[in-house]
């Protein structure tokens, strides 16, 4: 199993970054995949997930609205299209892969994720 982001970098407030998560090793449909993000000194919050079984999202109240989840089934990538970046949005991002053929909720944001990716730097300057 594995899992690869790619797509961050550095952004003036106000711009926008995609990220991507490109996985390989497991079926697709049955996941459910969720970004993490994590500043140092901060504890790591649950960005947003999706539910490779039916599409169904969930985003925490903070990105809500900034932020959107998006999948290609044939690559078995989903992609976090963040808009509207905030310097407190600056972290290191994290998708994450577990089994749950079943539509996402905000509980799939507290769950044990068992897959990582390695993680892409987000940078937002004031």
């Known amino acids: 199993v594995q899992l690869v982001e790619s797509g961050g970098g550095l952004v003036q407030a106000g711009g926008s970054l995609r990220l991507s998560c490109a996985s390989s090793g497991f079926p697709f449909a049955d996941y459910a995949i969720a970004w993490f993000r994590q500043d140092p000194g901060k504890e790591r919050e649950g960005v947003a997930c999706?539910?490779?079984?039916?599409?169904?999202?969930y985003y925490d109240d903070s990105v809500k609205g900034r932020f959107t989840i998006s999948s290609d089934a044939a690559k078995n990538t989903v992609y976090l299209q963040m808009n509207s970046l905030k310097p407190e949005d600056t972290a290191v991002y994290y998708c994450?892969?577990?089994?749950?053929?079943?539509?996402?909720?905000?509980?799939?944001?507290?769950?044990?994720?068992?897959?990582w990716g390695q993680g892409a730097q987000v940078t937002v300057s004031s």
């Open positions: 994450a892969a577990d089994f749950w053929p079943l539509p996402v909720t905000r509980a799939n944001m507290g769950r044990y994720y068992t897959y």
């Open positions: 999706f539910s490779g079984r039916d599409g169904s999202t």
